[in-house]
T-cell receptor, first 114, second 113 residues
């Protein structure tokens, strides 16, 4: 068990809808990362937060947004969903935002857009 | 663009044999590499890492070899066990930025009893 908790485990929704994915980092970890894993693709970095502040953005669509709350849990909001958004979404946490931080991944949220 | 890829999508080995999983990368500036294991229904789990100033690093039953000349790294698993069955993928980064890691697509290791 990595100590990173993601909910829900599975999410089925329709095109055009909005969903929220939740992540609780390991106790003591200040940095949270969101990744998307599609079929036949490696993990794609979406966004990183550190201690409540956005630190880096990757290949995140404008329809997607995220935030990290004072208790350090994070939420990834996906809106105007399209079929192509169907993927496994992972959250990872690390202690700090330093060099080559070790990432601890949650079990992911499987999103299916029908 | 940058890529980190695996040579084979699936590797089938007999229990007790050694496994070798390969990975190629394109960015010669990459200076840090990680191997992850992803079991079905779980998130990626750190196995071992190596920095570009090293050619080899050993862990418990695992060894990572780095060949910077041909931009290739491999993960060797000794005495492969059924519990090793999973998808293995490598990631490469540079400059220490964890958020800049490029992840490969993975090799499925199937351990036959």
């Amino acid at each position: 068990d990595s100590g990173v908790t993601q909910t829900p485990k599975h999410l089925i929704t329709a095109t055009g809808q909005r969903v929220t994915l939740r992540c609780s980092p390991r106790s003591g970890d200040l940095s949270v990362y969101w990744y998307q894993q599609s079929l036949d693709q490696g993990l794609q970095f979406l966004i990183q937060y550190y201690n409540g502040e956005e630190r880096a953005k990757g290949n995140i669509l404008e329809r997607f947004s995220a935030q990290q709350f004072p208790d350090l849990h994070s939420e990834l909001n996906l809106s105007s969903l399209e079929l192509g958004d169907s993927a496994l979404y992972f959250c990872a946490s690390s202690l700090r935002q330093g060099s080559n931080e070790k990432l601890f991944f949650g079990s992911g949220t499987q999103l299916s857009v029908l | 663009g940058e890529s980190v890829g695996l040579h084979l999508p699936t590797l089938s080995v007999q229990e007790g044999d050694n496994s070798i999983i390969n990975c190629a990368y394109s960015n010669s500036a990459s200076d840090y590499f990680i191997w992850y294991k992803q079991e079905s229904g779980k998130g990626p789990q750190f196995i071992i890492d190596i920095r570009s100033n090293m050619d080899k690093r050993q862990g418990q039953r695992v060894t990572v070899l780095l060949n910077k000349t041909v931009k290739h790294l491999s993960l060797q698993i000794a005495a492969t066990q059924p519990g090793d069955s999973a998808v293995y993928f490598c990631a490469g980064g540079y400059g220490g930025a964890t958020n800049k890691l490029i992840f490969g697509t993975g090799t499925l290791l199937a351990v036959q009893p």
